[in-house]
């Protein structure tokens, strides 16, 4: 079975966000760890500041 991954757009979004405000994450990759592949619909979604985001296969984020 095949693993689904997030897409270079989504990864970026959330490295955007983190640059924004690591919320208390001390690196990338604890701030990057937050964030899961929901494989059904390809949303990556995660907690910042308290607000779940999720961050369409294109890179667009909603809270």
């Given at each position: 079975m095949h693993c689904a991954r997030p897409t270079r757009a989504q990864i970026k979004s959330v490295h955007?966000?983190?640059?924004?405000?690591?919320?208390?994450?001390?690196?990338?990759?604890?701030?990057?760890?937050?964030?899961?592949?929901?494989?059904?619909?390809?949303?990556?979604?995660?907690t910042w500041h308290g607000m779940f985001i999720g961050i369409e296969t294109d890179g667009y984020r909603h809270s």
């Open positions: 955007e966000l983190f640059q924004r405000s690591p919320d208390g994450s001390p690196s990338y990759r604890a701030f990057r760890k937050r964030f899961r592949l929901h494989s059904l619909d390809h949303l990556l979604g995660g």
